[in-house]
């Protein structure tokens, strides 16, 4: 109808009513990966409130039902009601992609500054981190599981080591055009201390391309924990991931695919929720692709 606003009008008024400004403002596929990524993230921290059954508690009498008032999503192969272990999953697949893409930022940032900023330490520093990318990561994972045993913590560093070299080639592309600017000439003329001109001078320039390296990370890590709890060199088998979650379920697939359905549509949406995030970063804190926007 001529006089029918647009969808794309009413939302522009929506979001300029709540006082958005417009670079602040998300697209509908931005928005709609952050409503989803807010419900997994409440869902995982509020799980013990919310879980109907212990994700642990085994019933031989319930091995592999159906959908019921008493078990929504059915049961696994060990009568453990399906829709509490997702739910449950969700906090370990959560908490590895966090960590490993805070301590990979971290420990990258670091060691990258020095690369980009000591020219005697970046020959060396550089070999080491192309020596680690060219092994594949997913094979250096499955072998420091394979050396320290299945636990968080060595699943979480074995995740984060092979993402480590990605950061510090992106800091050290960053300050090797950062200390080439007259305010950080100025700063070591005037002999500044080497952790100032560092950490004051030259790690903001990073922060933006860090920001829009971490969602990747943390998407990475959450899909890479899924993929070793499948081959079993993830954390321990009765802790429930949604990577334990498939494992156990691949066997009785053709009985009842729901078991690999439901752990998986989650960690799709969370993975897709994240990149999304981060593309939509991306487009917002690089500032050629900003201007094009506008």
């Known amino acids: 109808m001529p006089g029918a606003p647009k969808p794309e009008a009413g939302m522009q008024w929506l979001l300029g009513a ?4 417009r670079r602040a403002r998300l697209g509908i596929g931005p928005a709609i990966a952050l409503a989803v990524l807010v419900l997994i993230v409440l869902s ?13 508690l085994m019933n031989a009498a319930q091995r592999l039902k159906g959908p019921s008032d008493l078990h929504p999503l059915g049961t696994d192969a060990y009568g453990r009601d399906l829709l509490s272990r997702v739910i449950t999953g969700g906090r370990i697949s959560l908490v ?4 490993v893409a805070a301590a990979s930022i971290g420990i990258g940032l670091v060691i990258g500054l020095v690369a980009g900023f000591f020219r005697g ?3 060396i520093i550089m070999r080491v981190m192309d020596g680690l990318m060219a ?10 599981v ?21 950061v510090v ?19 070591i003329a005037l002999g500044s201390p080497m952790p100032k001109i560092l950490f004051q001078h030259l790690m903001p320039n990073t922060l933006s391309p860090l920001i829009v390296q971490g969602t990747y990370v943390c998407a990475s890590a959450i899909l890479t924990e899924a993929i070793l709890s499948f081959l079993g060199a993830g954390v321990a088998s009765e802790i429930p991931t949604w990577g334990n979650i498939i494992a156990q379920g691949r066997s009785y697939f053709q009985i009842k695919p729901t078991l690999i359905l439901w752990p998986g549509l989650m960690l799709s949406l969370c993975v897709l929720s994240v990149n999304l995030l981060g593309d939509a970063a991306r487009d917002r804190l690089d500032p050629r692709l900003r201007k094009r926007g506008e």
């Open 169 to 187: 080639r992106l800091v050290r592309s960053v300050v090797l055009s950062a200390r080439e600017e007259p305010y950080v000439e100025a700063a």
């Open 96 to 99: 590895i992609g966090v960590c």
């Open 44 to 56: 995982a921290l509020l799980a013990p409130l919310i879980v109907p059954h212990d994700p642990l």
């Open 18 to 21: 709540v006082g958005l400004p």
């Open 121 to 123: 330490a970046d020959a």
């Open 135 to 144: 092994i594949p990561s997913i094979m250096i994972a499955i072998a420091l």
């Open 146 to 166: 394979a050396l320290n045993g299945p636990s968080l913590w060595s699943v979480m560093a074995a995740i984060a080591i092979p993402e480590i070299p990605r």
